[in-house]
């Protein structure tokens, strides 16, 4: 595809208004009228041996991060983090009331925020009371986001004893100009010294996130941070286009707009990270993933069980995820669930022994249906459309307003359609959003 057609596409297609789709539909759908009563009811449905993925979210950070989009609470004082996980244990026991026995769980994650920032005394006792609550198989995935800036020792020890085996670690970029431009300073000493650490406590599962598209950053400061983080030899890495939103996040408005990379430079930058990444023995996954091929990553990627869920490309295949925290969200058999958004909000029902959902969606056949072909499509760039209707027993003539706008990007040289096998081409892997897309029946279409 020529220069001046890609620069075309990534306007069409690649703009910061589109969804990630690690859920559909997205959070912009959730209502109230899925509360606190209706996920008590789902949950006291759950199998008693249907495993199921723990997520707890960790919402505070020492500094703030320009290039942020998640809410944070920026503090240097442990005492606000220990009030809040004061109330987190609290939603684990409310929580676990409503569960069946000894309910199984496979994987945990904990996420942020920053969450090695809280003290390791109480992280382990959050793991124990998670071991109480739930049956944590001896196999499971217990992972952590990990800033190095604020990573210790006693911290590293801390994840050792709970069994801590996968550490995502926060790297952006390595440049110093483009880390002084969005406020995240870390030296590659720093990132160095984190790894080893976690190493040494037998976190042997290393992820990196990189990210494209920052301020004064160039194709050769891209290329570098990829070279730099390959010799750590992190088992993935997730390369995240930014997305400068400043209406929506204050924090981005510190941000040096004429600083940004416009659509050309992004197209090549993100490019150069992936050839190298590639180059250096990495598989490339979905949309912005990319796995050492005796990662989890990769082979679930090859043996097709490779998932797009809330935390994005996964290789677990549960149906359910129990958030916990403020703002957390779950995801059911029946639909999906959203803790309430602020910390003072979370912490009254919590006190009161009930359930901190805000809101949710209560999934329909074609939701499903909408769904499974987004996610087969931010995983494998393709989705046999005419298979997923016949698995959910759904008519496709619903569809119709989806296949006119597989017209528009076939037309574009985006996709290729072969009999409702959708196909989109290894060239425009950066326009996988606006394909997604086209079967998201929510979304108001922009004008093309």
Same mark, same amino acid.
């Given at each position: 595809?020529?220069?001046?057609?890609?620069?075309?596409?990534?306007?069409?297609?690649?703009?910061?208004?589109?969804?990630?789709?690690?859920?559909?539909?997205?959070?912009?759908?959730?209502?109230?009228?899925?509360?606190?009563?209706?996920?008590?009811?789902?949950?006291?449905?759950?199998?008693?041996?249907?495993?199921?993925?723990?997520?707890?979210?960790?919402?505070?950070?020492?500094?703030?991060?320009?290039?942020?989009?998640?809410?944070?609470?920026?503090?240097?004082?442990?005492?606000?983090?220990?009030?809040?996980?004061?109330?987190?244990?609290?939603?684990?026991?409310?929580?676990?009331?409503?569960?069946?026995?000894?309910?199984?769980?496979?994987?945990?994650?904990?996420?942020?925020?920053?969450?090695?920032?809280?003290?390791?005394?109480?992280?382990?006792?959050?793991?124990?009371?998670?071991?109480?609550?739930?049956?944590?198989?001896?196999?499971?995935?217990?992972?952590?986001?990990?800033?190095?800036?604020?990573?210790?020792?006693?911290?590293?020890?801390?994840?050792?004893?709970?069994?801590?085996?996968?550490?995502?670690?926060?790297?952006?970029?390595?440049?110093?100009?483009?880390?002084?431009?969005?406020?995240?300073?870390?030296?590659?000493?720093?990132?160095?010294?984190?790894?080893?650490?976690? *190493?040494? +406590?037998?976190?042997?599962?290393?992820?990196?996130?990189?990210?494209?598209?920052?301020?004064? #950053?160039?194709?050769?400061?891209?290329?570098?941070?990829?070279?730099?983080?390959?010799?750590?030899?992190?088992?993935?890495?997730?390369?995240?286009?930014?997305?400068?939103?400043?209406?929506? &996040?204050?924090?981005?408005?510190?941000?040096?707009?004429?600083?940004?990379?416009?659509?050309?430079?992004?197209?090549?930058?993100?490019?150069?990270?992936?050839?190298?990444?590639?180059?250096?023995?990495?598989?490339?996954?979905?949309?912005?993933?990319?796995?050492?091929? +005796?990662?989890?990553?990769?082979?679930?990627?090859?043996?097709?069980?490779?998932?797009?869920?809330?935390?994005?490309?996964?290789?677990?295949?549960?149906?359910?995820?129990?958030?916990?925290?403020?703002?957390?969200?779950?995801?059911?058999?029946?639909?999906?669930?959203?803790?309430?958004?602020? #910390?003072?909000?979370?912490?009254?029902?919590?006190?009161?022994? +009930?359930?901190?959902?805000?809101?949710?969606?209560?999934?329909?056949?074609?939701?499903?249906?909408?769904?499974?072909?987004?996610? #087969?499509?931010?995983?494998?760039?393709?989705?046999?459309?005419?298979?997923?209707?016949?698995? +959910?027993?759904?008519?496709?003539?619903?569809? &119709?307003?989806?296949?006119?706008?597989?017209?528009?990007?076939?037309?574009?040289?985006?996709?290729?359609?072969?009999?409702?096998?959708? *196909?989109?081409?290894?060239?425009?892997?950066?326009?996988?959003?606006?394909?997604?897309?086209?079967?998201?029946?929510?979304?108001?279409?922009?004008?093309?």
């Amino acid at each position: 595809m020529r220069a001046e057609s890609s620069i075309f596409v990534s306007k069409k297609y690649s703009g910061a208004h589109l969804p990630w789709y690690t859920i559909y539909p997205t959070i912009q759908e959730f209502s109230s009228e899925v509360g606190a009563h209706t996920y008590e009811q789902w949950l006291r449905s759950l199998e008693t041996d249907d495993a199921v993925s723990l997520y707890l979210h960790i919402p505070f950070c020492r500094s703030m991060c320009w290039y942020c989009g998640f809410p944070t609470s920026i503090t240097r004082l442990d005492t606000l983090i220990i009030n809040y996980l004061a109330g987190l244990r609290e939603e684990i026991r409310v929580v676990a009331e409503q569960t069946p026995q000894a309910l199984p769980v496979r994987d945990v994650h904990f996420g942020g925020g920053s969450p090695t920032i809280m003290p390791p005394a109480d992280f382990l006792s959050l793991m124990e009371l998670l071991r109480g609550c739930f049956a944590l198989e001896n196999a499971a995935n217990i992972a952590i986001e990990v800033d190095p800036r604020t990573f210790t020792t006693d911290m590293a020890e801390a994840l050792e004893k709970a069994g801590v085996n996968r550490a995502s670690v926060g790297v952006q970029s390595f440049d110093p100009i483009v880390q002084k431009a969005i406020n995240r300073v870390q030296s590659e000493a720093q990132v160095m010294t984190a790894v080893e650490n976690l *190493r040494l +406590h037998g976190v042997g599962r290393i992820n990196f996130d990189l990210m494209f598209g920052l301020p004064y #950053q160039t194709v050769q400061s891209c290329r570098q941070s990829a070279l730099l983080a390959i010799a750590m030899r992190p088992d993935r890495l997730a390369v995240f286009a930014y997305s400068h939103v400043p209406s929506y &996040r204050k924090n981005q408005r510190l941000i040096d707009r004429s600083a940004l990379p416009d659509l050309a430079a992004r197209a090549e930058q993100a490019s150069v990270m992936a050839d190298t990444l590639v180059a250096a023995g990495y598989v490339q996954i979905g949309l912005d993933h990319f796995a050492l091929p +005796h990662d989890e990553l990769a082979l679930a990627h090859r043996t097709g069980r490779l998932r797009r869920n809330s935390l994005g490309y996964s290789a677990e295949t549960r149906q359910t995820v129990i958030g916990f925290g403020a703002s957390a969200i779950g995801r059911c058999r029946e639909g999906y669930v959203q803790n309430e958004l602020t #910390q003072s909000f979370y912490n009254r029902p919590i006190a009161s022994g +009930h359930l901190a959902t805000s809101r949710g969606y209560r999934l329909t056949i074609e939701d499903r249906v909408r769904a499974a072909i987004i996610e #087969q499509l931010m995983c494998y760039l393709e989705a046999d459309v005419p298979a997923i209707c016949t698995a +959910h027993g759904f008519d496709p003539i619903h569809l &119709r307003s989806s296949a006119k706008q597989l017209d528009i990007l076939a037309e574009d040289g985006i996709v290729d359609v072969d009999d409702g096998l959708i *196909r989109v081409r290894q060239e425009c892997r950066f326009a996988l959003r606006g394909v997604a897309a086209a079967f998201d029946a929510f979304l108001g279409r922009p004008s093309l």
